[in-house]
Each structure stands twice: as structure tokens, then as C-alpha cells.
């Protein structure tokens, strides 16, 4: 009888020792997914946020060559997504386009950077060209009023 006791005190404690270890096993797995998702989202912040300095480096560049390194950097690390529409951009493509404005409308830039910008992002995207090519002009039309 009394070895009967120790066998199912054995297995109950087996049983538990097993369960603790599933649910640490489960408990961890979702930390780590929860550790992704919250760099996935720090991710996308730091591109925003890296846009956005990107766009205030070239309000502010005050040489060609402090504006050309801006304009490399931005192509890069920002790309624009992919074409759904010919009529909408999203507000992110437009940010992006705005980058070429921007660029334009700085007093450094010159011809030959604002040439290269139009030209490789046209050969990136040739989806996009007609709207490079607009915002350039906007770019180059504050320029003109400043």
C-alpha cells in the first residue's frame, strides 16, 4: 500500500514538473513574439523618423556637398512602394516625393544633383516619373520664389 502511495505521488509530481515546463515553454514563445512585433514597429519608426531627417538635413544643407551626401543617403535607404493606383499616392509615397521638392527648392543644389536624383529615381521607378518630374518642378518653382 504504502509503495502504491510513493508510485502516485511520484507521477503527480511528474505530471507537474511537465506542466510547469509547457507553460514556461508557451510563456516564452509569446514574449518572443511580442519582442518582433515591437521591433517590426520600431523599425517602421526609425524609417519615418529617418525620412524626416532626411528632409530636414536638406531644408538645412548649406553646401552642395552636405546636400549630395543627403541625396545619397536617401536613395539609399528609402525606396517607394510599389503602384496600385495612377490616380492615388499614399501619404508615404508623397513624403518620399516631397524629398525631391525639397532638394529642388535648395539654394546648393545644383543641376547636376538635381539631374542625378530625377535620374535614378526615374530608373528605379519609371511608375513614378511623371510624378518625380512634377514635384521636381515644384522644388524648382519655390526656388525660383525665395
Known sequence: MRDNVFIIVGVVAF???IALVFYFI???????ENQ???QEKQEVVKKVNALDD????AKSAKTPAALNKVVLAFLQSQSL???TSLTTLS???????????????NKCAEAKLIAFL???????YP???????????????RRRMK
Open 15 to 17: 505530471l507537474v514538473i
Open 26 to 32: 508557451i510563456k516564452s514563445s509569446k514574449n518572443k
Open 36 to 38: 518582433i512585433l515591437t
Open 54 to 57: 532626411l528632409i530636414k538635413a
Open 81 to 83: 512602394e510599389n503602384r
Open 91 to 105: 501619404e508615404d509615397t508623397k513624403k518620399k516625393l516631397g524629398f525631391i521638392s525639397v532638394v529642388c527648392a
Open 118 to 124: 530625377n535620374h535614378e529615381l526615374g530608373k528605379k
Open 127 to 141: 511608375s513614378y516619373k511623371r510624378e518625380i518630374d512634377l514635384y521636381e518642378n515644384l522644388g524648382l518653382a
